[in-house]
């Protein structure tokens, strides 16, 4: 399980803008296995409901988070990704917290990156525990999607907590000032993508639920960046939305990829 301490500086990659700076710091101090018992949020409406008599409120909130008592776990297929289009690669435990999303966080937001290097070195580093950062999802410019963290989980990719819970990480392989990294096979297979978390969690497919890494609050990084082409892009999942490719799949119930592999994928 990861570290309950979350990285301030976002996942792989992302033009900062200056030598300093980074998002806010985990200001609870909480252990890593804080994250396993049951909630304080729990025991307040578990009080709240003793107080004005409804037990059936109490229960029910507890019984959404039976799986935080210590020596409980939520069940998990190795191997199962969210969207059938990806490949399972496991990002390091120290770069993601375990989550039970979206009834403990609703997921709100989905937040586009870019990796400032290659497809392979995002995987190594989400793959590293040092690196302390990653996202759900990083997409290739030959359109390849590779799934790192469920997006049941919190992964470390916005630099900012609250967005961290409430969002969904998708990276792209390139950098920000070579607009030719952006690819027309990019840009399709990360909009059929995005087109499904929204469906899946029903987020509005429009620039206040669909955003960059800079406009995140507190953090200092700028991707994706002025080349990558919104318009075209939200055009593209819009499109995705309204020819029914984006039909989601449960989050959760999916079947593992077919090739998936703990290893990362070769070429970039």
């Known amino acids: 399980m990861g570290a309950e301490q979350e990285s301030t500086s976002g996942s792989a990659g992302g033009s ?3 030598p300093t700076g980074g998002g806010p710091t985990d200001p609870s101090g909480r252990s890593k296995d804080a ?5 304080r949020r729990a025991l307040i409406v578990g009080g709240t409901a003793a ?3 409804s037990a059936v409120l109490a229960r029910d909130e507890l019984a959404r988070l039976w799986w935080r008592i210590p020596g409980m776990e939520r069940p998990r297929d190795d191997g199962a990704v969210d969207y059938a289009g990806a490949t399972w690669v496991a990002a390091s435990d120290a770069n993601w917290r375990r989550a039970d999303r979206p009834d403990d966080y609703r997921i709100e937001m989905v937040i586009v990156h ?3 290097g290659s497809f392979d070195s995002a995987v ?3 793959q590293d525990p040092g690196h302390k950062a990653s996202s759900h999802y990083i997409v290739g410019q030959d359109g390849r999607v590779t799934q790192m963290i469920r997006e049941l989980d919190v992964a470390y990719h916005a630099g900012n907590r609250d967005y961290n819970e409430r969002s969904v990480g998708i990276e792209h392989a390139g ?3 070579r607009p030719q990294d952006f690819t027309d096979a990019m840009y399709a297979a990360s909009a059929k993508l995005t087109a499904q978390i929204c469906a899946r969690y029903d987020i509005p497919v429009d620039r206040k639920h669909v955003i960059g890494h800079v406009e995140v609050p507190g953090t200092d990084h700028t991707d994706p960046g002025p080349h990558w082409d919104w318009d075209r892009y939200m055009k593209l999942v819009r499109r995705a939305v309204t020819s029914g490719a984006a039909k989601p799949t449960p ?9 998936a592999s703990s290893k990362p994928p070769a070429g970039a």
């Not at 994250?35 to 909630?39: A, E, F, K």
């Open 16 to 18: 900062a803008k200056g």
């Open 124 to 126: 190594r580093a989400f």
């Open 51 to 53: 107080a004005v008599g």
């Open 114 to 116: 870019v990796t400032q």
């Open 175 to 177: 950098f920000v000032d």
């Open 251 to 259: 989050s959760g119930s999916s079947e593992p990829s077919p090739g």
């Open 35 to 39: 994250d396993r018992r049951i909630g």
